[in-house]
Each structure stands twice: as structure tokens, then as C-alpha cells.
């Protein structure tokens, strides 16, 4: 009939434009990790992921569970742990935080104490335990800065590194890299090796380094300072 469309036609036509919408979609940079790159305006960054809790808040340890009395600041909320090695001596406090965004990987801070009286070589001295870190660093790390700055009152080594965890195929957590960054600060007083130390996802690792460094500036360590002969 004159003046009509086929309804072959029209269902072509249609098909044609779904057809082509599915292409655009498809081609489309996806919101993963692999189009990180892509920058959209519209699209406001957050300061803070929504699950973290209010910057800065904090809480106070005291103790003496390095083997001499300690004191410094703590993210409020964070689960404190203590730790003593069965292999090699030392003694741990770890701060547990926030998971972050993937699921994947935890933020942590801790301190440790490493007897040099009673240790192996690699604890005789703050200088003897760094070269021991640097030694042992997971494959592919690379050391991103290292400096040196005062901490509790003592002179102090700063090393910040970065290295990748493999994907791994753990029961329900997905099987993605974990791209890290740890920083770890050495000091000495007159009987231990104190280590300070943070990591996180290397994507928010600028949301915990403000908190380490509170934990640095708080930081008190009563036991004397010296230097022992071996």
C-alpha cells in the first residue's frame, strides 16, 4: 500500500539502532581499574572513602608489653593485638584498621621491639635490622623514598616502599592485584631495635599516612638509650 513502511523494515530499523547502541556500550571505558585513567568532570572525587570513619580521632596506649613501658596515639576504633615471635624474639602491637575499598586488603600500623642482647646479628643494631629489611623486601619492591628524622627523641631511619601482591584465589575475596605501600621507621634505644611501621593499599595510602605520623609524634619510649658492646 502506498504511503506505508514495510514492517520488515521497521523491525530492521530497530534492530540496526539496538544493534549499534550495544557497540557503543560495549566500547565504553569501563569505571575498573584498567580505565582509571579516564577523567570524567562530572564525576566529583570524595576526600575520604564513605566507609572510613572521622579523620584524626584517636585513642592512647600504655603499656609495657614491648618489655619496657610505652606510650603513643592510636586510631580511635582500631583493633589492637600483641604479638611475641616464637622464632625470632621480638614484641609486636598491632593496630588493625579498615579494609579497604576492594574487599582485599587491610590497613595496619605497628610497633615493635627487637631485644639486641638476646637476638640474632640482624637485631644488634637499628642499622643491622634496616639492611636486614632492605634485604628481604617482597619481589619486585621498590624502595620509593628513605630519610632520616628524629623519633621518641632518637635518630631515626624513614623507608617507604611499594611492591604488588599477585592475584590470589582465596575463598570469597576476588583474585585481583593489591597494589601496596609500606612504610617502616627503625630507632634504637639501649636494649631494642624499635621498629615503626604502616601499610595499606597504595590507594589510600595517603588517607593513613596522617595517621602514623600521629602515632610518630606521640610516641614515648622509657626505656635508656645507650650503646651496648657484643
Same mark, same amino acid.
Not at 600483641?82 to 593496630?95: K, S, W
Not at 582485599?104 to 637499628?126: I, K, N
Not at 614515648?220 to 638509650?225: C, G, K
Given at each position: 500500500? %502506498?504511503?506505508r513502511?514495510?514492517? &520488515?523494515?521497521?523491525i !530492521?530499523a +530497530? *534492530? =540496526?539502532g539496538?544493534?549499534?547502541?550495544g557497540?557503543?556500550l560495549?566500547s565504553?571505558p569501563s569505571a575498573? %581499574?584498567d580505565?582509571?585513567?579516564v &577523567?570524567e568532570p562530572? !564525576?566529583? +572525587? *570524595? =576526600?575520604e572513602?564513605a566507609?572510613?570513619?572521622?579523620p584524626m580521632?584517636?585513642?592512647?596506649y600504655?603499656?609495657?608489653?614491648?618489655?619496657?613501658?610505652?606510650?603513643?596515639?592510636i586510631?580511635?576504633?582500631?583493633?589492637?593485638?600483641?604479638?611475641?615471635g616464637?622464632i625470632?624474639?621480638?614484641?609486636?602491637?598491632?593496630?588493625?584498621g579498615?579494609?579497604?575499598?576492594?574487599d582485599?586488603?587491610?590497613?595496619?600500623?605497628?610497633?615493635?621491639?627487637?631485644?639486641?642482647?638476646s637476638?640474632?646479628?640482624?637485631?644488634?643494631?637499628?642499622?643491622?635490622?634496616?639492611?636486614?629489611?632492605?634485604?628481604h623486601?617482597?619481589?619486585?619492591?621498590m624502595?620509593?623514598?628513605?630519610l632520616?628524622?628524629?623519633v621518641?627523641?632518637?635518630p631515626?631511619?624513614?623507608?617507604t616502599?611499594?611492591y604488588?601482591i599477585?592475584?590470589?584465589h582465596?575463598?570469597?575475596l576476588?583474585?585481583?592485584?593489591?597494589?601496596?605501600r609500606?612504610?617502616?621507621?627503625?630507632?634504637?634505644?639501649?636494649?631494642?631495635?624499635v621498629?615503626?611501621?604502616?601499610?595499606?593499599?597504595a590507594?589510600e595510602?595517603?588517607?593513613?599516612?596522617?595517621r602514623?605520623?600521629?602515632?610518630?609524634?606521640?610516641?614515648?619510649?622509657?626505656?635508656?638509650?645507650?650503646?651496648r658492646?657484643?
Amino acid at each position: 500500500m %502506498r504511503g506505508r513502511v514495510p514492517i &520488515r523494515v521497521v523491525i !530492521a530499523a +530497530v *534492530a =540496526a539502532g539496538v544493534a549499534a547502541a550495544g557497540l557503543w556500550l560495549v566500547s565504553r571505558p569501563s569505571a575498573g %581499574r584498567d580505565a582509571a585513567h579516564v &577523567r570524567e568532570p562530572e !564525576a566529583p +572525587v *570524595a =576526600a575520604e572513602p564513605a566507609m572510613r570513619q572521622p579523620p584524626m580521632t584517636r585513642d592512647r596506649y600504655e603499656g609495657s608489653d614491648l618489655g619496657f613501658p610505652a606510650a603513643f596515639d592510636i586510631p580511635s576504633g582500631w583493633k589492637l593485638e600483641h604479638e611475641r615471635g616464637t622464632i625470632d624474639p621480638y614484641a609486636q602491637i598491632r593496630l588493625l584498621g579498615p579494609r579497604n575499598a576492594d574487599d582485599t586488603f587491610r590497613a595496619m600500623l605497628a610497633v615493635r621491639a627487637y631485644p639486641r642482647e638476646s637476638g640474632p646479628p640482624q637485631h644488634d643494631s637499628a642499622g643491622a635490622w634496616l639492611a636486614h629489611l632492605k634485604a628481604h623486601l617482597p619481589p619486585g619492591a621498590m624502595i620509593e623514598r628513605e630519610l632520616t628524622r628524629d623519633v621518641a627523641g632518637r635518630p631515626a631511619t624513614d623507608l617507604t616502599a611499594a611492591y604488588v601482591i599477585p592475584p590470589l584465589h582465596r575463598p570469597g575475596l576476588p583474585a585481583v592485584e593489591i597494589p601496596v605501600r609500606m612504610r617502616t621507621i627503625v630507632t634504637q634505644t639501649g636494649g631494642h631495635v624499635v621498629e615503626v611501621m604502616g601499610s595499606s593499599d597504595a590507594r589510600e595510602f595517603e588517607w593513613l599516612a596522617p595517621r602514623l605520623d600521629a602515632l610518630l609524634r606521640s610516641l614515648e619510649l622509657a626505656e635508656p638509650d645507650g650503646i651496648r658492646s657484643r
